[in-house]
C-alpha cells in the first residue's frame, strides 16, 4: 500500500481526487492539508511515499515548499498539480526537483498513471510537454509560453500571482518571507519585463492573467 499525502487549498478538488486515489486497491490518502505550514507538518508526522502539492495555495507557496524539501535533502517524490498554464510552470517545477507535472483539467483521466509513474521514481509529464521539453533541450531554447510571463524569474512570477490573488506588498513579503523593500524591487523588475507602466496597471494585469489560466 503507498501512503499519499494531499497539500491542495480547494476543498471540493479535494474530495474529488481522494476518492479517485482511494478507489485503487494499492492507493491510500494518508492525510490532507490546505496550508504550506500543516503540510510540512504531516510530511514529518506520516512520512507519506508520496506528495501530491499545489502550485498555488491560499497560505504559503507550493513552489517554495518544493524547494524547501529538496534543500532539506528530502527524496520525496513530488507529483505537482496546478489549474495553471502548463507551459509556463512545468519546466519550472521540474527544475526545482518535482517527479512530475500535471494540469488539474487533466486529473481525472491521467492522475491515477502520473500517480504510478511518480511513485516508481520516474518523470511524469503530458505528452505535449515531453515534445515541448525535449525541442527546447535540443535546441537549446528557453521554453516560450507566447505571453511574456516566461521572462520572469521563479520568485517574480510568484510575486506576480500574488498581486494576481489581491495581495498586498505587506501580505507578500510575510508570505515569501522577503523584506516590503525587496518586493518592491520585484515589483520592478517585473514592470519592466513585461513592460507595464505603473503599479495599477501591474496589478490590473496580473489579475487579469491569473483570471484566464
Known amino acids: 500500500m503507498s501512503n499519499i499525502l494531499l497539500i491542495d487549498d ?31 507538518r504531516l510530511i514529518q508526522q506520516l512520512k507519506p511515499d508520496m506528495l501530491i502539492l499545489d502550485l498555488v495555495l491560499e497560505q504559503g507557496d507550493g513552489l517554495q515548499l518544493l524547494k524547501h524539501l529538496r534543500a532539506q535533502g528530502s527524496t520525496l ?6 489549474m495553471y498554464d502548463e507551459q ?24 491515477i498513471v ?10 511524469y509529464l503530458s505528452d505535449t510537454m515531453t515534445e515541448t521539453l525535449l ?9 516560450q509560453s507566447g505571453n511574456g510571463e516566461d521572462k520572469l524569474s521563479d520568485r517574480e512570477l510568484e ?7 489581491g495581495y498586498a506588498t505587506k501580505r507578500i513579503a510575510e508570505e515569501l518571507n522577503l523584506s516590503s523593500k525587496t518586493v518592491d524591487s520585484h515589483k520592478e523588475h517585473i514592470k519592466e519585463k513585461l513592460a507595464i507602466a505603473d503599479n495599477t496597471s501591474l496589478i490590473q494585469h496580473a489579475v487579469t492573467w491569473l483570471l484566464t489560466k
Open 10 to 40: 480547494h476543498p471540493v478538488f479535494r474530495c474529488g481526487l481522494i476518492a479517485l486515489i482511494q478507489a485503487e486497491p494499492d492507493l491510500k490518502v494518508c492525510g490532507e492539508a490546505a496550508t504550506v505550514a500543516d503540510g510540512l
Open 77 to 82: 517524490p513530488i507529483l505537482v498539480m496546478s
Open 88 to 111: 509556463l510552470f512545468a519546466e519550472r517545477v521540474i527544475k526545482a526537483g518535482a517527479n512530475g507535472y500535471i494540469n488539474k483539467a487533466d486529473a481525472i483521466s491521467n492522475v
Open 114 to 123: 502520473a500517480i504510478r509513474r511518480v511513485l516508481q521514481k520516474r518523470l
Open 135 to 143: 525541442h527546447n533541450q535540443f535546441n537549446q531554447k528557453p521554453n
Open 159 to 165: 510575486v506576480y500571482m500574488m498581486l494576481g490573488k
